[in-house]
């Protein structure tokens, strides 16, 4: 398993092609995440291409990954568990849903247009972290773990009955 600074490199250009994909297809600019919400309106169907895009190599990529006893720069899958849809689940989709529809944005194209500076996306992304801090207090829970240590067991879903 990689770690320290090789690890940090590689999550620094994952991240920064996140952000150049976010940036080049139009994921950063909210009038034109709210023109494609906007199905009633003036809509604007070209993120769908987007999203499309992100399936076609998502898909099969989740398959083969998922393979592995591992992945390659952690000791484990951090997959969910929860099978069943709980109000908790409900209620925090639908205010996601909301709040993207009612400013154009969501966790990733915020947190990638923070360099813009701009005071909108400033104080969304502040609103979103005191927001995921407000549901910590209130709930009692602890940020989930992100990986495994370096012994956990071998990938369960690695049978291929995944996705």
């Known amino acids: 398993m990689m770690s320290g ?28 995440v709210i023109g494609f919400l906007d199905v009633a309106g003036d809509w604007d169907p070209t993120l769908i291409f987007v999203m499309g895009g992100a399936l076609l190599v998502t898909i099969p990529a989740y398959r083969v990954i998922l393979a592995r006893r591992r992945p390659v720069l952690a ?35 915020a947190v990638a247009a923070i360099g813009t500076g701009f005071p909108a996306v400033l104080g969304f992304v502040a609103a979103m972290i005191a927001g995921m ?31």
Request: glycine share 16%.
């Open 75 to 109: 000791g484990g899958f951090s997959l969910p568990t929860k099978k069943n849809l709980d109000a908790p689940l409900i209620v925090g989709s639908a205010l996601f849903g909301i709040g993207w529809g009612l400013v154009g944005f969501c966790p990733g194209p």
């Open 5 to 32: 600074p090789p690890r940090t490199l590689a999550a620094l250009v994952c991240g920064l092609i996140f952000g150049l994909g976010l940036a080049v297809s139009g994921m950063m600019n909210p009038a034109k």
């Open 133 to 163: 801090a407000l549901h910590s207090w209130v709930s009692g829970e602890r940020p989930a773990r992100t990986s495994s240590p370096p012994d956990a067991a071998p990938n369960p879903r690695a049978s291929g009955t995944g996705l």
